[in-house]
């Protein structure tokens, strides 16, 4: 099919007393199951990952995206609600207002951590998931987003951890050594593809609640998040995906192979965003896992 043919619908679910947007992309051929993307942050709109539209157009499997409450076209403005539960039990109302009795999941960076968490309640109906470049540990991945630092130049190493110890990061040379941080192991692409810079752009009030101001240290409500013990008690078939010079790096997503019986693991050549660095590539791969498991 081609791309400008694709079906496309927006709409929106209540959920509590706002709105969670949603579009669904495309239609499913008879025997394959829709997808249900998560977008990471939290709080960078759905955007980044239209990349997987491809599923739609070229393997004729529907994509569903939506942005989860609080960012985008779903805006909830009250910080004091923004909580790992709030979006669970968003994904769920979601799922049972669009009759998504089975589905696929693929969540990629915090979408990942929303996917297994929402794993651990046991939901019905998920065929599988895929966890892209995700941690199980916040922890730990301030702890490898250190080790990463460490490599770093030792001008932009230190203008960095100036920031992290005033606070202070608008200054001419934190910027250029988080840009220079960011290209290594975040998006390594020039230029950045339209789609993917409105998300990066628009990305606020949720992301700074939540993560904090930088990738490097997190001081918001997801300080101290952890599901690296409760691995085991996840039972959807899942994929992990990452790049080799991922800020998720192969250490992290290691602790969610060892952790979750049976998950496959496939390390790609690429960083954070290898979903959109190797676009043709990593669908192919994710739609080949999603047909095992239709």
């Given at each position: 099919m081609?791309?400008d043919?694709?079906?496309?619908?927006?709409?929106?679910?209540?959920?509590r007393?706002f709105?969670?947007?949603?579009?669904?992309?495309?239609?499913?051929?008879p025997g394959?199951?829709p997808?249900?993307?998560?977008?990471g942050?939290?709080?960078?709109?759905?955007?980044y990952l239209?990349?997987?539209?491809?599923?739609?157009?070229?393997?004729?499997?529907?994509?569903?995206?939506?942005?989860?409450?609080?960012?985008?076209?779903?805006?909830?403005g009250?910080?004091?609600?923004?909580?790992?539960?709030?979006?669970v039990?968003?994904?769920?109302?979601l799922?049972?207002?669009l009759?998504?009795?089975?589905?696929h999941?693929?969540?990629?960076?915090?979408g990942?951590?929303?996917?297994?968490?929402?794993?651990?309640?046991?939901p019905?109906?998920?065929k599988?998931?895929?966890v892209?470049?995700?941690?199980?540990?916040?922890?730990?991945?301030?702890?490898?987003a250190n080790?990463?630092?460490?490599?770093?130049?030792?001008e932009?190493?230190?203008?960095?951890?100036?920031?992290?110890?005033?606070?202070?990061y608008d200054?001419p040379?934190?910027?250029?050594?988080a840009?220079e941080f960011?290209r290594?192991?975040?998006l390594d692409?020039d230029p950045?593809?339209d789609?993917?810079?409105?998300?990066?752009?628009n990305?606020?009030?949720?992301?700074?609640?939540?993560?904090?101001?930088?990738?490097?240290?997190?001081i918001?409500k997801l300080?101290?998040?952890?599901v690296s013990?409760r691995l085991?008690?996840?039972s959807?078939?899942?994929?992990?995906?990452s790049?080799?010079a991922?800020?998720?790096?192969?250490?992290i997503?290691?602790?969610?192979?060892d952790?979750i019986?049976?998950a496959?693991?496939e390390?790609?050549r690429?960083t954070h965003?290898?979903?959109?660095e190797?676009?043709?590539?990593?669908?192919?791969?994710?739609?080949?896992?999603?047909?095992?498991?239709d």
């Amino acid at each position: 099919m081609a791309v400008d043919e694709l079906k496309i619908v927006e709409g929106t679910v209540p959920f509590r007393r706002f709105k969670t947007w949603y579009q669904r992309v495309g239609q499913s051929e008879p025997g394959k199951t829709p997808l249900l993307a998560l977008h990471g942050g939290p709080g960078c709109p759905h955007n980044y990952l239209k990349s997987l539209d491809e599923l739609a157009w070229r393997y004729g499997r529907e994509v569903i995206y939506y942005d989860q409450l609080g960012c985008g076209n779903s805006p909830g403005g009250d910080p004091e609600l923004w909580d790992t539960t709030l979006w669970v039990e968003e994904l769920g109302v979601l799922r049972e207002a669009l009759g998504l009795d089975e589905v696929h999941l693929l969540g990629q960076s915090w979408g990942g951590m929303l996917a297994m968490q929402y794993a651990l309640t046991q939901p019905k109906g998920v065929k599988s998931m895929v966890v892209a470049s995700s941690p199980a540990s916040i922890p730990l991945w301030e702890e490898e987003a250190n080790r990463l630092l460490s490599y770093m130049p030792p001008e932009q190493r230190d203008a960095i951890q100036r920031g992290l110890d005033d606070g202070v990061y608008d200054r001419p040379d934190y910027l250029e050594a988080a840009d220079e941080f960011y290209r290594r192991h975040v998006l390594d692409m020039d230029p950045v593809p339209d789609y993917v810079a409105y998300s990066l752009d628009n990305t606020g009030e949720c992301y700074y609640t939540m993560q904090g101001y930088n990738e490097f240290m997190v001081i918001g409500k997801l300080k101290g998040w952890d599901v690296s013990d409760r691995l085991g008690e996840i039972s959807i078939p899942t994929l992990l995906t990452s790049g080799h010079a991922d800020e998720a790096t192969p250490l992290i997503v290691k602790e969610i192979y060892d952790g979750i019986p049976g998950a496959r693991w496939e390390l790609l050549r690429g960083t954070h965003m290898v979903h959109v660095e190797q676009k043709e590539a990593y669908n192919a791969l994710v739609e080949a896992f999603f047909e095992e498991h239709d």
